[in-house]
T-cell receptor
């Protein structure tokens, strides 16, 4: 089983749509959770951290359910510029794994006019 | 945010040659640098963790003698792919973690190096 699993998509949505991505992780000791965005042939860039209480940044809302080991990202009012691959990322706990980021395979989003 | 550079951005080489990739943190000191590899349509896979002044820690399945990592200063780490073969063709990305006390220190990613081995 992969440590971080995502639905690879692709998701093709019209501008203005709301789209949700899901992610599950297997290591219950994981400490921190993130969504990164990666454009084609570019490096990943941090989109937002994910907190247990849920957090929002403009059109983006992230949720974490530690009991279910489940993370989600909701994008409202999609823009063409949101087209990218969205990576679910987990930061492991202490010991030799401390600070290591584990990436999901990514979910491809294409927003069309 | 902090800036991490990588050089070269793209390299094409013949099979059997060695390729060195540099990763620099430009405006902060990095206690730790990470090297990732990404094959087409796959996610980033951590290859090794590099701490300044000590030997790198390699992930399972990554050959330390093939992928030489040197982290000589708090702003520079290098990855050398020795005797490169076509199957080593990939997108190599480094990240650097800042030297801040406590909590989770964000990793800042370099722009990546695309290696093509003919």
């Amino acid at each position: 089983r992969k440590e971080v699993e995502q639905d690879p998509g692709p998701f093709n949505v019209p501008e203005g749509a709301t789209v949700a991505f899901n992610c599950t992780y297997s290591n219950s000791a994981s400490q921190s959770f993130f969504w990164y965005r990666q454009d084609c042939r570019k490096e990943p860039k941090l989109l937002m951290s994910v907190y247990s209480s849920g957090n929002e940044d403009g059109r983006f809302t992230a949720q974490l359910n530690r009991a279910s080991q489940y993370i989600s990202l909701l994008i409202r009012d999609s823009k063409l510029s949101d087209s990218a691959t969205y990576l679910c990322v987990v930061n492991n706990a202490g010991g030799t794994s401390y600070g290591k980021l584990t990436f999901g395979q990514g979910t491809i989003l294409t927003v069309h006019p | 945010g902090a800036v991490v550079s990588q050089h070269p951005s793209r390299v094409i080489c013949k099979s059997g040659t060695s390729v060195k990739i540099e990763c620099r943190s430009l405006d902060f000191q990095a206690t730790t640098m990470f090297w990732y590899r990404q094959f087409p349509k796959q996610s980033l896979m951590l290859m090794a963790t590099s701490n300044e002044g000590s030997k790198a820690t390699y992930e399972q399945g990554v050959e330390k003698d093939k992928f030489l990592i040197n982290h000589a200063s708090l702003t520079l780490s290098t990855l050398t792919v020795t005797s490169a073969h076509p199957e080593d063709s990939s997108f190599y990305i480094c990240s650097a973690r800042s030297r801040l006390a406590g909590g989770y220190n964000e990793q800042f990613f370099g722009p990546g190096t695309r290696l093509t081995v003919l």
